[in-house]
């Protein structure tokens, strides 16, 4: 068995040391990059009454189901973001999220959900363009003008969207939408974060350009000229095609 392991090491010395030395590279470089986002981000905080107050919620989208439910991951950051704002703590509710055709529509789902909950309609604003992490914040700062938020999104998300926040320009502290034991998604979703900390700081040190567009002062504006459009009629559920 031992001879069977080593035979590249015999048989080709010089390419396997490239790839010895390649892969530890690559280890390392992807666990050093971890340690700096997991370091480099703000502090959060799962209680709402411990949320230190902020102009606006800023709610990264997640899974719409085919049905038009929000995934209970989503779901989870919208109660939270509701809770936030029912406590006074923020102003407004950004919910920034994938709408990148008419058949799926992730920030009109939070913002109908957030609305049920007795949130203020004019207070609710929606980026259709937060097509990832990266870009909702850089959207929020430069299109919505945010310059102090709290970020609600899971544990395993939450210190690289304050990395990203802060690169980004703004203030943002935490607030985690753990309400639930998340099992194997969780799980799935925390290894995933593993390359995606490493994607955040290409992203940052790139600057890789996020979806431009018409300025929405959150400050000053109403958050219903930021809903866009109705879709079209006979648009699916997970379009969000309700009033």
Same mark, same amino acid.
Request: a negative charge; proline letters at 7%.
């Given at each position: 068995?031992?001879?069977?392991? &080593?035979?590249?090491?015999? #048989?080709?010395?010089?390419? @396997? +040391? !490239?790839?010895?030395?390649?892969?530890?590279?690559? =280890? *390392?470089?992807?666990?050093?990059?971890?340690?700096?986002?997991?370091?480099?981000?703000?502090?959060?905080?799962?209680?709402?009454?411990?949320?230190?107050?902020?102009?606006?919620?800023?709610?990264?989208?997640?899974?719409?189901?085919?049905?038009?439910?929000?995934? &209970?991951?989503?779901?989870? #950051?919208?109660?939270?973001? @509701? +809770? !936030?704002?029912?406590?006074?703590?923020?102003?407004? =509710? *950004?919910?920034?999220?994938?709408?990148?055709?008419?058949?799926?529509?992730?920030?009109?789902?939070?913002?109908?959900?957030?609305?049920?909950?007795?949130?203020?309609?004019?207070?609710?604003?929606?980026?259709?363009?937060?097509?990832?992490?990266?870009?909702?914040?850089?959207?929020?700062?430069?299109?919505?003008?945010?310059? @102090?938020?709290?970020?609600?999104?899971?544990?395993?998300?939450?210190?690289?969207?304050?990395?990203?926040?802060?690169?980004?320009?703004?203030?943002?502290?935490?607030?985690?939408?753990?309400?639930?034991?998340?099992?194997?998604?969780?799980?799935?979703?925390?290894?995933?974060?593993?390359?995606?900390?490493?994607?955040?700081?290409?992203?940052?040190?790139?600057?890789?350009?996020?979806?431009?567009?018409?300025?929405?002062?959150?400050?000053?504006?109403?958050?219903?000229?930021?809903?866009?459009?109705?879709?079209?009629?006979?648009?699916?559920?997970?379009?969000?095609?309700?009033?």
């Amino acid at each position: 068995m031992r001879r069977v392991v &080593t035979y590249p090491l015999r #048989r080709w010395p010089r390419l @396997s +040391r !490239l790839v010895l030395i390649g892969g530890t590279g690559l =280890v *390392l470089f992807i666990a050093a990059a971890n340690i700096y986002v997991l370091h480099s981000g703000g502090e959060a905080t799962s209680v709402v009454a411990e949320a230190p107050r902020a102009e606006v919620a800023v709610v990264p989208g997640a899974l719409v189901e085919p049905d038009g439910d929000m995934s &209970t991951m989503l779901a989870a #950051r919208v109660e939270q973001a @509701s +809770r !936030l704002w029912h406590a006074d703590k923020v102003e407004k =509710v *950004l919910v920034s999220g994938d709408h990148g055709s008419w058949k799926y529509d992730e920030p009109d789902t939070m913002r109908k959900a957030l609305i049920e909950d007795g949130v203020d309609p004019r207070d609710v604003f929606e980026d259709h363009a937060g097509f990832d992490t990266w870009a909702t914040m850089v959207r929020a700062r430069e299109i919505f003008g945010v310059r @102090s938020a709290v970020v609600v999104t899971q544990g395993f998300h939450m210190p690289r969207a304050l990395y990203l926040a802060e690169a980004a320009g703004i203030e943002a502290t935490g607030l985690t939408a753990d309400l639930q034991e998340w099992g194997a998604q969780g799980r799935k979703s925390a290894v995933r974060e593993v390359l995606s900390r490493v994607k955040a700081i290409a992203d940052v040190n790139l600057d890789s350009p996020a979806l431009a567009g018409p300025e929405i002062p959150i400050a000053t504006s109403d958050g219903r000229e930021s809903w866009g459009p109705a879709p079209p009629s006979g648009t699916p559920p997970a379009g969000s095609p309700q009033e």
